[in-house]
């Protein structure tokens, strides 16, 4: 996307992607450094130096202020300290999902709510039902969570997994982890000190003035964030609940139009006089015109993915395995109530849950993804890991902890497996299995604030086509004039049963010929010349003058008298103000930004993920005739 800068980069080497894929990519990343950190702890814990990894984690550290206290092994503060950071970027992603993702419609919270209240029930009372009467029924709440990098990563591994279901598993995870967070906060709180309690609040209620004082200090919010987490692990509360607090105050709001001005103006400042001070204010403006979650998530979500989760797992998936010790789990009810919760509690919790709340008889919920699919996340949900690992930690020690982790790795592995074979088999199921409950699948929450309008809007292709994709570009901008191509490469590709709807977006303190060519393109859709000009302007866009849109006016045989009549009297600038604001209302505030049926597309734009997106929302509205299609860019960027 083009945002306050000058087109001096190639745009097929620039990669604009949305917040959902950047964060799944990380995770999906961060799942392979996760896997490769869990193998080294069982390897050294079962290696010849086994006795320096318990003595390594258990070895104490901290410090004394005053009356405070804060000794802890190496271990908690992995799972305390900075666990704390990896609940702080699950409360930002449960931030964003609130205010831009699928959550911002809170109706729609219903479904996934269902889903993950119902997978986290089921495996629960599995599991209380095999430990009953034992005080190892306390270990309940190990079977509640999912772990978000494994899951996520079995998604990426798995062929035909749509968009739609990524979402679905994410909004469901995120959800998962508030529950399991309050689980840990309410249920394994032995301790609770109300002193400690209201200071912990007290931080926490400054930092809400803060924001309201429109305050984007970053160390002042870290210095209040610290002693937050100090004040709730001195509490007795799991310190990890600070961290999902902070998180969840961070907006994600889309950068706005003035915002992106401003930073575009300090910019040019900096190009103008390029001194240190000049440097910093416009560097800080251009941070301060992205939202706090954004710049938090690209600041943390890293850390959290690649550091601070395989470090917990190295400090807790450690497990001396020897033939006693898996003969004892083998009978174990902590294991096997832990094993058949995961594999089996989870996907019929979700399923269930979820089958029950669509009955007309009891909600009628609408399906997010179909039947199929849903199977597969619900199995996916069984991958532990993570949450299990912490919750185990405190519930348990000694044999009982060694029996918990042999559940959490044999159930998370079985899991994961099992979702990859129901992906892995899905496109061969008959086709009435694979799009069994799409009819009841929900309409897709729309990004579009102003849908296409055929008496008002330039459209090319179809007009019964089952995709549209509208975008919103700028004649002089190189980002715009690439997505041209793209575009027209992916309608080409499937004519029959894609549109493409073209609307106005000039940047015009970018660019100062972008309006003029704007109402140049109106001025000869008058004349019925629309879609020719509209090519003539994006083949030249790097040479774009008042004189130059003339001269490709009169290779048109355009009337000319006309033309200039109504470019130099501004009769075309209310149409394209119209688009501009449809833009606005719609959260593009930049070049090109494109939506296909309403739903923006947030991949790089090049033409397998732009066709990948295409045939998803082709899947959504005609399901028989979709899965025979001919293959496509989207068929070979799913193959990839």
């Given at each position: 996307?083009?945002?306050?800068?000058?087109?001096?980069?190639?745009?097929?080497?620039?990669?604009?992607?949305?917040?959902?894929?950047?964060?799944?990519?990380?995770?999906?990343?961060?799942?392979?450094?996760?896997?490769?950190?869990?193998?080294?702890?069982?390897?050294?814990?079962?290696?010849?130096?086994?006795?320096?990894?318990?003595?390594?984690?258990?070895?104490?550290?901290?410090?004394?202020?005053?009356?405070?206290?804060?000794?802890?092994?190496?271990?908690?503060?992995?799972?305390?300290?900075?666990?704390?950071?990896?609940?702080?970027?699950?409360?930002?992603?449960?931030?964003?999902?609130?205010?831009?993702?699928?959550?911002?419609?809170?109706?729609?919270?219903?479904?996934?709510?269902?889903?993950?209240?119902?997978?986290?029930?089921?495996?629960?009372?599995?599991?209380?039902?095999?430990?009953?009467?034992?005080?190892?029924?306390?270990?309940?709440?190990?079977?509640?969570?999912?772990?978000?990098?494994?899951?996520?990563?079995?998604?990426?591994?798995?062929?035909?997994?749509?968009?739609?279901?990524?979402?679905?598993?994410?909004?469901?995870?995120?959800?998962?982890?508030?529950?399991?967070?309050?689980?840990?906060?309410?249920?394994?709180?032995?301790?609770?000190?109300?002193?400690?309690?209201?200071?912990?609040?007290?931080?926490?209620?400054?930092?809400?003035?803060?924001?309201?004082?429109?305050?984007?200090?970053?160390?002042?919010?870290?210095g209040l964030a610290v002693l937050m987490w100090v004040a709730v692990s001195a509490s007795g509360l799991h310190a990890t609940v600070a961290g999902v607090a902070a998180g969840l105050l961070a907006t994600a709001t889309s950068p706005g139009r003035e915002e992106l001005r401003r930073a575009g103006l300090w910019w040019r400042r900096f190009r103008m006089t390029p001194t240190p001070q000049m440097a910093h204010r416009a560097s800080r403006s251009m941070a301060q015109a992205v939202s706090p979650n954004d710049r938090l998530q690209r600041?943390?979500?890293?850390?959290?993915?690649?550091?601070?989760?395989?470090?917990?797992?190295?400090?807790?998936?450690?497990?001396?395995?020897?033939?006693?010790?898996?003969?004892?789990?083998?009978?174990?009810?902590?294991?096997?109530?832990?094993?058949?919760?995961?594999?089996?509690?989870?996907?019929?919790?979700?399923?269930?849950?979820?089958?029950?709340?669509?009955?007309?008889?009891?909600?009628?919920?609408?399906?997010?993804?179909?039947?199929?699919?849903?199977?597969?996340?619900?199995?996916?949900?069984?991958?532990?890991?993570?949450?299990?690992?912490?919750?185990?930690?405190?519930?348990?020690?000694?044999?009982?902890?060694?029996?918990?982790?042999?559940?959490?790795?044999?159930?998370?592995?079985?899991?994961?497996?099992?979702?990859?074979?129901?992906?892995?088999?899905?496109?061969?199921?008959?086709?009435?299995?694979?799009?069994?409950?799409?009819?009841?699948?929900?309409?897709?929450?729309?990004?579009?604030?102003?849908?296409?309008?055929?008496?008002?809007?330039?459209?090319?292709?179809?007009?019964?086509?089952?995709?549209?994709?509208?975008?919103?570009?700028?004649?002089?901008?190189?980002?715009?004039?690439?997505?041209?191509?793209?575009?027209?490469?992916?309608?080409?590709?499937?004519?029959?049963?894609?549109?493409?709807?073209?609307?106005?977006?000039?940047?015009?303190?970018?660019?100062?010929?972008?309006?003029?060519?704007?109402?140049?393109?109106?001025?000869?859709?008058?004349?019925?010349?629309?879609?020719?000009?509209?090519?003539?302007?994006?083949?030249?866009?790097?040479?774009?003058?008042?004189?130059?849109?003339?001269?490709?006016?009169?290779?048109?045989?355009?009337?000319?008298?006309?033309?200039?009549?109504?470019?130099?009297?501004?009769?075309?600038?209310?149409?394209?103000?119209?688009?501009?604001?449809?833009?606005?209302?719609?959260?593009?505030?930049?070049?090109?930004?494109?939506?296909?049926?309403?739903?923006?597309?947030?991949?790089?734009?090049?033409?397998?993920?732009?066709?990948?997106?295409?045939?998803?929302?082709?899947?959504?509205?005609?399901?028989?005739?979709?899965?025979?299609?001919?293959?496509?860019?989207?068929?070979?960027?799913?193959?990839?």
């Amino acid at each position: 996307m083009h945002d306050a800068h000058l087109d001096t980069a190639d745009p097929r080497r620039e990669r604009s992607a949305g917040a959902l894929r950047r964060f799944v990519a990380t995770e999906n990343s961060g799942a392979v450094v996760l896997l490769l950190a869990t193998v080294a702890a069982l390897v050294w814990a079962n290696s010849p130096w086994r006795a320096g990894y318990e003595a390594l984690w258990g070895t104490e550290a901290g410090l004394h202020v005053g009356r405070v206290d804060l000794v802890h092994s190496l271990r908690d503060w992995v799972n305390e300290g900075l666990m704390a950071i990896f609940f702080f970027v699950a409360g930002l992603e449960i931030r964003r999902e609130f205010d831009v993702g699928d959550l911002r419609e809170r109706r729609r919270l219903a479904a996934p709510v269902i889903a993950a209240l119902g997978g986290m029930i089921v495996p629960a009372l599995i599991f209380v039902a095999l430990n009953a009467g034992t005080d190892s029924v306390r270990g309940w709440g190990i079977v509640v969570g999912t772990d978000t990098a494994f899951a996520l990563g079995v998604l990426s591994l798995s062929r035909g997994v749509s968009a739609r279901a990524r979402t679905f598993l994410l909004t469901l995870v995120v959800i998962d982890d508030g529950i399991a967070l309050s689980v840990i906060a309410v249920v394994y709180t032995e301790r609770l000190s109300l002193a400690w309690l209201a200071g912990a609040v007290a931080a926490f209620a400054v930092i809400l003035l803060l924001r309201a004082a429109d305050v984007r200090s970053l160390p002042w919010y870290t210095g209040l964030a610290v002693l937050m987490w100090v004040a709730v692990s001195a509490s007795g509360l799991h310190a990890t609940v600070a961290g999902v607090a902070a998180g969840l105050l961070a907006t994600a709001t889309s950068p706005g139009r003035e915002e992106l001005r401003r930073a575009g103006l300090w910019w040019r400042r900096f190009r103008m006089t390029p001194t240190p001070q000049m440097a910093h204010r416009a560097s800080r403006s251009m941070a301060q015109a992205v939202s706090p979650n954004d710049r938090l998530q690209r600041m943390f979500h890293p850390w959290s993915s690649y550091v601070i989760v395989p470090l917990f797992a190295l400090a807790n998936a450690g497990l001396s395995v020897d033939t006693a010790t898996l003969w004892r789990a083998a009978s174990s009810p902590i294991t096997l109530g832990i094993l058949l919760g995961l594999v089996v509690g989870k996907a019929a919790g979700v399923v269930g849950s979820t089958w029950l709340a669509a009955r007309p008889g009891v909600g009628g919920l609408p399906l997010t993804v179909p039947w199929s699919s849903l199977a597969g996340i619900g199995m996916v949900a069984g991958i532990g890991f993570t949450v299990s690992l912490l919750i185990a930690d405190i519930s348990f020690d000694g044999p009982e902890l060694e029996e918990a982790k042999i559940g959490i790795l044999t159930g998370s592995t079985l899991a994961a497996l099992l979702a990859w074979l129901i992906f892995r088999l899905l496109p061969r199921m008959p086709l009435r299995v694979r799009t069994a409950g799409a009819g009841r699948v929900a309409a897709p929450l729309l990004d579009l604030a102003v849908p296409p309008d055929p008496a008002i809007d330039h459209r090319t292709g179809s007009q019964d086509a089952g995709a549209v994709i509208l975008w919103y570009g700028d004649y002089q901008c190189a980002h715009s004039a690439h997505a041209q191509a793209v575009v027209e490469q992916v309608r080409s590709e499937l004519p029959d049963r894609v549109g493409v709807v073209f609307r106005h977006l000039p940047l015009a303190d970018i660019h100062p010929h972008a309006q003029v060519a704007a109402e140049a393109a109106e001025a000869a859709a008058v004349q019925g010349r629309f879609w020719a000009m509209h090519a003539e302007l994006y083949r030249h866009h790097a040479e774009l003058t008042r004189s130059r849109i003339h001269q490709i006016a009169a290779s048109l045989d355009l009337d000319m008298e006309a033309f200039t009549t109504a470019l130099d009297a501004g009769l075309h600038a209310g149409r394209v103000a119209r688009d501009v604001a449809s833009a606005d209302a719609s959260g593009a505030v930049g070049t090109p930004t494109v939506f296909v049926n309403g739903r923006r597309h947030r991949g790089p734009l090049e033409p397998g993920p732009l066709a990948q997106t295409v045939t998803e929302a082709l899947l959504l509205v005609e399901p028989a005739r979709g899965t025979s299609r001919s293959p496509s860019a989207g068929d070979r960027t799913a193959e990839a």
